[in-house]
Nanobody, 120 residues
Framework: QVQLVESGGGLVQAGGSLRLSCAASGRTFSSYAMGWFRQAPGKEREFVAAISWSGGTTSYAPSVKGRFTISRDNAKNTVYLQMNSLKPEDTAVYYC?????????????WGQGTQVTVSS
């Protein structure tokens, strides 16, 4: 069992930056690929970024590539999402996810979400 707790969301102006963190419980954190997803009001949840268990491989949605960076610290059981050059369309609830692998993108555990609001 893995429990995920996100933090770092908030209100920021367009062009600003935020860093999200996801702290995981359990000793098996390093065996999971980790990802970030987001869901805007009235829209389906969508993939944002993912990172392999080792941190050696990352993947990004085209809409955030070049602006967002995912990273992880297995010693701290934490995954991060650095978000730069934020746009109003980035406004959403951001969810952390523990996944079987990047290849399958099958989510085993979800966090509760953290709100990110970007004002124009």
């Amino acid at each position: 069992q893995v429990q995920l707790v996100e933090s770092g969301g908030g209100l920021v102006q367009a062009g600003g930056s935020l860093r999200l963190s996801c702290a995981a419980s359990g000793r098996t954190f390093s065996s999971y690929a980790m990802g970030w997803f987001r869901q805007a009001p009235g829209k389906e949840r969508e993939f944002v970024a993912a990172i392999s268990w080792s941190g050696g491989t990352t993947s990004y949605a085209p809409s955030v590539k070049g602006r967002f960076t995912i990273s992880r610290d297995n010693a701290k059981n934490t995954v991060y999402l650095q978000m730069n050059s934020l746009k109003p369309e980035d406004t959403a609830v951001y969810y952390c996810a523990a996944m079987t692998s990047l290849a399958t993108m099958r989510v085993n555990y979800w966090g509760q979400g953290t709100q990110v609001t970007v004002s124009s």
